[in-house]
T-cell receptor, first 111, second 117 residues
Framework: KQEVTQIPAALSVPEGENLVLNCSFTDSAIYNLQWFRQDPGKGLTSLLLIQSSQREQTSGRLNASLDKSSGRSTLYIAASQPGDSATYLCAVKDGANNLFFGTGTRLTVIP | ETGVTQTPRHLVMGMTNKKSLKCEQHLGHNAMYWYKQSAKKPLELMFVYSLEERVENNSVPSRFSPECPNSSHLFLHLHTLQPEDSALYLC????????????????FGPGTRLTVL
């Protein structure tokens, strides 16, 4: 069964810093990988989706990379802002259309 | 707003109560999902409906009973729950549910925070 791990579990950075969140998965036979943002007590907002054939996706200050063979993805956030504070979840989709989630990284950006 | 709404947003119930969670999607999607999010655990897929038919049931206890009357609405009926069932219940929808499809991005609702006393 696919297992998704995210490290670190929590991260605090001062405003303006660039940062990287990590995601690893055990089975490289994935169809896509998705990064989500979740604010406390709220649902998930999709940030970036990378197809298995792609290496990276960019949206504004966010850049996600995918190395399928090594089972790794990173989410790079440039020039962090207090509004970026949230939990970031990584999820991979398998051939049976199931999404497997990590437990998330809780990010705090300190003003 | 993702186009997926859930009601109620918060629910407190006793172990002998019967209640229902409601999800509605305004995106014209054909697939809908229920997930459970417990503290410090990954999201767990509970049920999947495609074109109003259940296609996945991941060993969920029978005290959780889903219903999909049409492609826009999904319910989760709750009966005789346990305190360990307290969690955030998330609904999601996608354009289709098709094995092997790479483009079926899921859109999530805000969730229902359930507390079982």
């Amino acid at each position: 069964k696919q297992e998704v791990t995210q490290i670190p579990a929590a991260l605090s950075v001062p405003e303006g810093e660039n940062l990287v969140l990590n995601c690893s998965f055990t089975d490289s036979a994935i169809y896509n990988l998705q990064w989500f943002r979740q604010d406390p007590g709220k649902g998930l907002t999709s940030l970036l989706l990378i197809q298995s054939s792609q290496r990276e996706q960019t949206s504004g200050r966010l850049n996600a990379s995918l190395d399928k063979s090594s089972g790794r993805s990173t989410l790079y956030i440039a020039a962090s802002q207090p509004g970026d504070s949230a939990t970031y979840l990584c999820a991979v989709k398998d051939g049976a259309n199931n999404l497997f989630f990590g437990t998330g990284t809780r990010l705090t950006v300190i003003p | 707003e993702t186009g997926v709404t859930q009601t109620p947003r918060h629910l407190v119930m006793g172990m002998t109560n019967k209640k229902s969670l409601k999800c509605e999607q305004h995106l014209g999607h054909n697939a809908m999902y229920w997930y459970k999010q417990s503290a410090k655990k990954p999201l767990e897929l509970m049920f999947v409906y495609s074109l109003e038919e259940r296609v996945e049931n991941n060993s969920v206890p029978s005290r959780f009973s889903p219903e999909c009357p049409n492609s826009s609405h999904l319910f989760l009926h709750l009966h005789t729950l346990q305190p360990e069932d307290s969690a955030l219940y998330l609904c999601a929808s996608s354009q289709d549910w098709a094995s092997g499809s790479t483009y079926n991005e899921q859109f999530f609702g805000p969730g229902t925070r359930l507390t079982v006393l």
